[in-house]
């Protein structure tokens, strides 16, 4: 009756374990994403930037 009962034992410990590993992942992924629209945020922020910049020194150079 021990083994039995010592399967069934392992195989919670083992359900238990990959549940909060895929916790973890979801946890991670979501970091991921919200880094990821940071970045794409900032990014879109510094083309405006460059932009802006290369109209006013086109119109500089139209000035000479």
């Known amino acids: 009756m021990f083994w039995p009962m010592f399967a069934i034992a392992v195989g919670f410990l083992g359900?238990?374990?990959l549940g909060?590993?895929?916790v973890r992942v979801f946890l991670e992924a979501?970091?991921?994403g919200r880094q990821v629209?940071?970045?794409?945020?900032r990014i879109g922020r510094?083309?405006?930037?460059?932009e802006h910049a290369s109209a006013?020194?086109?119109?500089?150079a139209d000035a000479l």
């Open 15 to 17: 359900i238990s374990v």
């Open 20 to 22: 909060v590993l895929a």
């Open 30 to 32: 979501e970091r991921l």
């Open 37 to 41: 629209t940071e970045s794409a945020r």
């Open 46 to 50: 510094a083309a405006e930037d460059l």
């Open 56 to 60: 006013g020194a086109a119109r500089a």
